[in-house]
């Protein structure tokens, strides 16, 4: 392989993505041997949506003899990823920053940003919004003489996959955004698909969220918000834009 005398050989590309990835599994282990000491606290208040809505007596159970001990590590280790994202993102941008352009540069800092917000943003929307009212839904609806027990292992991982879910579909706006900016398309055209885009977004909700339209809506209608703020972004960009051209084409 051939290089440009201006751009470096391509295994020192190879030797900065190791050192970044070693950096990067370094500060989730970090965050992990710091949460691991709070495990059993942390999944207690993760549990807490739950627990505050079922029945008097009832409690959460543990069918496999290790999930007490496996269950709180294993959220402790998801929850030291998120911990490190804001990190994790800057390492990614330090790798390519170099490659960008000063005006590409300007944009692609608030983009990292607002992506750590709103993918924070998601995860707390879920707890504190979706969480409350779905497990109230689903404790009410129990049949008569069912004694609810959920299993701490399943918990964690239904709770897990609505974090995720929400924490993506929280980056729509970005999403958006972006596609605009590179040309992928228009802001035209992405109006004239909003019908689409909002029935997708409860298709979306059904398969991501559980059985029940509290947390698809839950799910959809922000997608559906986050899709508007990312065009109202655009246009902004855009006018931004034009406005500049002008401003070069009066001068010119």
């Not at 779905?134 to 897990?160: K, M, N």
């Not at 809506?217 to 931004?240: C, H, I, N, Q, Y």
Request: hydrophobic share 55%; net charge negative.
């Amino acid at each position: 392989m051939t290089t440009d005398a201006n751009n470096p050989p391509f295994i020192e590309h190879l030797i900065e993505i190791r050192q970044r990835l070693i950096r990067s599994v370094l500060a989730i282990l970090i965050c992990f041997a710091g949460l691991a000491v709070f495990a059993n606290d942390i999944y207690t208040q993760i549990a807490s949506p739950l627990l505050e809505v079922m029945p008097e007596g009832a409690g959460m159970i543990a069918t496999d003899v290790a999930a007490p001990f496996f269950a709180p590590f294993k959220l402790a280790f998801m929850l030291a990823i998120v911990v490190a994202f804001p990190y994790l993102l800057h390492q990614m941008w330090g790798f390519i920053a170099p490659g960008l352009y000063s005006h590409e540069k300007k944009l692609a800092a608030p983009i990292l940003f607002s992506s750590v917000f709103l993918f924070y943003s998601g995860i707390a929307f879920a707890y504190f919004v979706v969480f409350p009212l779905a497990f109230a839904f689903f404790t009410s609806v129990a049949p008569e003489g069912i004694t609810i027990a959920t299993d701490i292992s399943s918990y964690l991982d239904f709770v897990l996959k609505i974090f995720i879910a929400f924490g993506f579909a929280f980056e729509v706006p970005i999403v958006v955004f972006v596609a605009c900016w590179a040309g992928a398309t228009s802001v035209e055209s992405l109006s004239e698909k909003r019908p689409y885009v909002v029935v997708s977004a409860f298709i979306l909700g059904m398969f991501l969220t559980p059985p029940d339209v509290i947390s698809q809506t839950l799910l959809a209608v922000p997608m559906w918000l986050l899709f508007e703020l990312g065009l109202l972004m655009s246009r902004l960009v855009d006018k931004k834009k034009d406005g500049q051209q002008t401003n070069n084409e009066l001068k010119e």
